[in-house]
């Protein structure tokens, strides 16, 4: 982005940017952590990504302000004002991400007899593929690049596809199973969110290719 | 600056009245003009050199721009903020991060929340971060702060340690989890038999010992797969020198892979009759692990097909093919790491022990040669491996008979190579 006659207009985007960066760190630490916290039972670190997230909350109002402050002083055009209004939507859902993590790092005292509990070994690599996926996105926004935003968009049908297996998986598992039904309903729970976290993390990068390009990504990518 | 300023008005009025004066003294005019001359002139030489300029002004900008040059060419990435964005980033760093980082806000260039700390501190430090690049990355920030506003950040890639202390931990963990598991019902099932005592009909209690049976075999096998595993390990860098005749171990392990039930389901393709320098029960166990893994996880009354031939390059292979499901392309990279599953609930259920094809990898490693795993999704897969001969065939004359994938690149100067040696 060429430089702006006014230079504070150009602190005001590079903080706003950012401040997004920093959002979708934390968003991506909470997706791990909580996974982490999942797997191996560990309430104490569930805890913790359920306080980070109010950081996360604390930023994307301060993305809000910022960036109505921006709008309303400076008056942005074109590629400017594209890349505010992207900002503006981008720290929404990244907070619904870090929502996401929040509660499956929620669930983690839920689920009993783990050492036995066999299911509990589908999800990590769910999990992973989603926090690829927010991790390429954020990057993709960090490089402006819509090339990388429209294969995370592509990648979301995989971690669809995770979900279903999984979620059959787990059904047929209740059904063998009706002692576990408590805990597989969680990891249902849990598989769904990431499954949401997946379509949020695409829903950021058609914003990042909005920002860069002024249009939205063409149907058949999605 | 101007240049009236560096013209020495003062000094050449003074020159002019000392000449005044020395007239007035009465001294000769010659030496008065001479005197005059010398003076001025050398007032204006003076003037004409540059300026000294102010200390200060020189080390301000030694920072900056040197800085650009210093760290340029240096192997580790390396970054310069100023204010928190980034100002400078060295070729190794703009290769890590991209052009599109510089003038940016480090935070968009490190968004883990460790490293956004570390950049707000004003203190020198360091931080260890993961996914910097790629997702599993480490890395470590180092930050030295050199004065007010500027900062250098050193990045250290830490990856490759971090790789080796967790598979080692990841092994423990799972060899020990995967002893566990049968231990636990073994333990389970005889607890139930001795406390019901005769309580239990004798249906019951068969099924119990059954499963008893069943899970300490499961637990033999991995016993004796661990231990392979590591005798093979060991003797890694030995090469063996047992002559083999490998069409008759291929049939002969086949078959005992299969099992009288489902021996029906091989077909053989053999082409060549190969000999290798080896180690018979190893191989064996390459062409056991390979067929079992066929049936096992092959479409339930598919053929499977074993074949050997040789490839253009006058090496022998083995190919062993099922019809099955196939496996995902993302994890073939990881099929011959130790207990990894592609599906763990239905290889546990069929008595895998997630070792056999680190096995298989590891023995032919040890005689020169070469897994190629190949698979498509719903079409089946293909594990061929590939040892060089002991006897020196010429290649021409056994042309390879089933589809061939080494052709893609041996050269006939290879195949040459080979054969004399």
Redesign the interface.
């Known amino acids: 982005m060429a430089d702006h006659t006014v230079k504070a207009f150009d602190e005001d985007i590079?903080?706003l940017?950012?401040?997004i960066?920093?959002m979708?760190?934390?968003a991506?630490?909470a997706i791990?952590d909580s996974l982490e916290a999942m797997i191996r039972g560990d309430e104490e670190l569930g805890n913790r990504v359920v306080a980070?997230d109010r950081r996360i909350d604390a930023l994307e109002s301060e993305v809000d302000k910022l960036a109505v402050r921006i709008i309303a002083l400076r008056a942005p055009m074109a590629d400017d004002l594209r890349e505010v209004i992207a900002a503006l939507k981008i720290a929404g859902v990244v907070e619904r991400i870090g929502d996401y993590s929040k509660n499956i790092a929620k669930r983690v005292g839920m689920i009993e007899g783990r050492d036995?509990f066999?299911p509990l070994?589908l999800l990590p690599a769910m999990g992973?593929l989603a926090?690829?996926m927010v991790?390429d996105v954020?990057t993709a926004y960090?490089?402006?690049d819509p090339s990388l935003a429209r294969e995370v968009i592509s990648t979301d049908a995989k971690v669809d596809a995770f979900y279903n297996s999984i979620f059959r998986?787990l059904v047929s598992h209740m059904v063998e199973n009706p002692a576990t039904i408590s805990s597989a309903a969680q990891l249902l729970f849990i598989a769904r969110n990431l499954e949401r976290i997946g379509d949020h993390a695409t829903n950021v990068a058609e914003m990042v290719h909005f920002a860069a390009t002024g249009s939205y990504p063409p149907e058949g990518d999605r | 600056m101007g240049s009236i300023k560096t013209i020495p008005v003062a000094g050449i009025l003074l020159a002019l009245l000392t000449s005044l004066a020395l007239l007035g003294l009465d001294v000769d005019p010659i030496v008065t003009a001479t005197v005059l001359l010398v003076w001025i002139g050398s007032l204006l030489i003076a003037a004409g050199r540059p300026p000294e300029v102010p200390q200060r002004k020189v080390e301000q900008s030694l920072s900056i721009d040197s800085m650009r040059g210093l760290i340029e060419s240096a192997s580790t990435p390396l970054l310069v903020t100023e204010r928190?964005?980034i100002a400078i980033a060295n070729r190794a760093a703009r290769r890590m991060m991209?052009q599109?980082?510089i003038?940016?806000?480090?935070?968009?260039?490190?968004?883990?929340?460790e490293?956004?700390a570390l950049l707000g501190a004003d203190r020198t430090g360091k931080a260890i971060v993961?996914?910097l690049v790629r997702?599993q990355d480490i890395w470590q920030i180092n930050r030295q702060r050199v004065d007010q506003n500027i900062a250098v950040i050193e990045l250290i890639n830490r990856t490759a340690e971090a790789d080796i202390s967790r598979a080692h931990t990841d092994f423990v963990a799972n060899a020990s989890h995967e002893l566990r598991t049968p231990l636990?019902s073994i333990l389970g099932y005889v607890e139930t038999l001795s406390e019901s005592g005769d309580s239990l009909d004798s249906p019951t209690s068969k099924k119990f010992l059954g499963t008893i049976e069943r899970e300490a075999q499961r637990l033999q096998s991995l016993i004796g797969d661990l231990m392979s595993l590591s005798r093979v390990e060991a003797e890694k860098h030995d090469l063996p020198q047992q002559i083999v005749e490998l069409r008759a171990l291929v049939e002969r392990a086949a078959r005992d892979a299969a099992g009288p039930q489902r021996v029906e389901q091989l077909e053989f393709d053999i082409a060549a009759d190969p000999n290798v320098r080896g180690d018979r029960q190893q191989l064996e166990q390459v062409v056991r692990n390979l067929v079992d893994n066929a049936l096992k996880y092959g479409a339930s009354d598919g053929t499977v097909t074993v074949g050997l031939d040789l490839t253009q390059d006058g090496q022998a292979r083995i190919v062993v093919h099922d019809e099955g499901e196939g496996i995902a392309p993302e994890q073939i990279p990881h099929l011959t790491r130790r207990f990894y599953r592609t599906d763990?609930?239905r290889s546990r259920a069929s008595g895998g022990t997630g070792l056999g094809l680190a096995i298989v990898k590891h023995i032919v490693e040890r005689h020169r040669g070469r897994l190629d795993i190949d698979s498509h999704l719903g079409k089946g897969t293909r594990v061929a491996v590939r040892m060089p001969t002991a006897d020196p065939i010429p290649a021409a004359t056994t042309a390879p008979t089933t589809t061939d994938q080494a052709t893609r690149t041996e050269a006939t100067s290879r195949d040459n190579a080979s054969i004399a040696s």
């Not at chain 2, 003038?103 to 929340?113: I, K, L």
């Open positions: 590079t903080r940017r950012g401040l960066a920093e979708g760190g934390l991506e630490v791990q980070s036995r066999e070994t992973e926090g690829e991790h954020l960090a490089a402006r998986n | 928190n964005k991209g599109h980082m003038g940016q806000d480090a935070r968009v260039a490190f968004r883990q929340p490293a956004i993961r996914g997702r636990a763990p609930g």
